[in-house]
Each structure stands twice: as C-alpha cells, then as structure tokens.
C-alpha cells in the first residue's frame, strides 16, 4: 500500500536535546512537507522541498533543520534552539506539479512533548 | 501577507446542512482547497476550487467567488462521523508549491 508513514508516534525528550522525526514516502512524490500544529490550532509551514536535494523555510522554519538527499524521505530535526518545541508534528506529500499542489496527503503525524 | 478567515465552530444535528466559509486575502491566488482532520488524526484532502462555482462530491460540495475572495465547504445530511475540524486552504503563484492553511472550523454533530 502506497502511503506516507511518520516514526515515532510520541516522543518524549529532554529540554536542550536534538531529536530527529522520520517521514518517509512510496508515492513517488516530488514535494514533501513539514507542518506544526498546536492545540486548537491551524498548520503552519515549517520546511518543504520541491525536489530532491533542494528544500525551503516555512513560515516558522527557526530551530528545525531538515534534509532531503533521497525522495522518499524528508527529515525533520528539532534542535534544541526551537524555544517550544512541544507540538503534533505533520508530515505531508504531493506529487508536485501545476494543480497537484493542492492535494496534499499526510502522514500520521508524531506527537513531540518536551520535559 | 496572506490571510484567511474561517469561522472557529459551527454545531448542528444529524441530517442538518452546514455551511463553512471562507474568506482570503492573497495575491496571485490560483486556488483553494478544503481539508478534514479528525481529533488527533492527519489532514485529508476533501476537494480544490481554481475556478468560481459549484464542485459537488457526495454530500459535501465546495464552492468559489474569486471575485469575492471567498469560498465555502457546504456539508450535507450531517451524520455523527462529520464531527472534525476543517481547513480552508490557497495556493497562490506568489509562494508556489505551499499551501497556507485557515486556523481551521471545529464542526460539532449532536443527535
């Protein structure tokens, strides 16, 4: 089954530690995303990537950084200069190209709490 | 910037019609899409509009003015399982490639 799949489901860290979320694709999609959501609240852009090897900041991209050196996968790392790092984390795909940029399929998301 | 405005909540019965709106302030905008995403589950794409008028699928039907920056999800023959939140969201030319997403609708079905 094709689809896009995001580890861990929850992640407990430490306040001042770097952790890194997974988001891997077999949709063969150009563009992969990474949003944040906080309770009661809409998506916000962090990183995206068109293409591989090239990707973006977001509207809140300070304190992530992220890779995309294959097409399948599209890391996140939360570092530890993100000042609240505690957030549902949303990864997302679409094929990327003219009108398919609207449709966005995500994964299941990975639920980060920072003690 | 870029702006989109969505109503926070909306409740309703079973078998009732809800109506979402959604207004945006945006250059270059090219379209809007509609997005469900129950309590603590991904966001699934539910319809796009690039062009003004009516997109009828099942029950839920999306429509687009662009001349009034506005849109709307109209949910029809509410069932208990429609109980989610819903995003408006635009891709314009001006930030090709993303979608800027609403804060989202919280749909509340009773019996």
């Known amino acids: 089954d094709g689809g896009i799949t995001q580890s861990p489901k929850y992640l407990f860290r430490k306040e001042g530690q770097n952790v890194t979320l997974s988001c891997e694709q077999n949709l063969n999609h150009d563009a992969m995303y990474w949003y944040r959501q906080d309770p009661g609240q809409g998506l916000r852009l962090i990183y995206y990537?068109?293409?591989?090897?090239?990707?973006q900041k977001g509207d809140i991209a300070e304190g992530y950084s992220v890779s995309r050196e294959k097409k399948e996968s599209f890391p996140l790392t939360v570092t530890s200069a993100q000042k609240n790092p505690t957030a549902f984390y949303l990864c997302a795909s679409s094929i990327g190209e003219g009108v398919s940029y609207n449709e966005q399929f995500f994964g299941p998301g990975t639920r980060l709490t920072v003690l | 910037g870029q702006s989109l405005e969505q109503p926070s909540e909306v409740t309703a019965v079973e078998g009732a019609i809800v109506q979402i709106n959604c207004t945006y302030q945006?250059?270059?905008?090219?379209?809007l899409s509609w997005y469900q995403q129950h309590d603590g589950g991904a966001p699934t794409f539910l319809s796009y509009?690039?062009?003004?008028g009516l997109e009828e699928t099942g029950r839920f039907s999306s429509f687009l003015s662009r001349s009034d920056s506005y849109g709307y999800l109209l949910l029809q023959e509410l069932q208990m399982k429609d109980s989610a939140s819903y995003f408006c969201a635009v891709l314009t030319t001006d930030s090709w490639g993303k979608l800027q997403f609403g804060a989202g609708t919280q749909v509340v079905v009773t019996p």
């Open positions: 990537s068109q293409i591989v090897n090239d990707f």
């Open positions: 945006t250059s270059g905008f090219y379209g």
């Open positions: 509009n690039a062009l003004d």
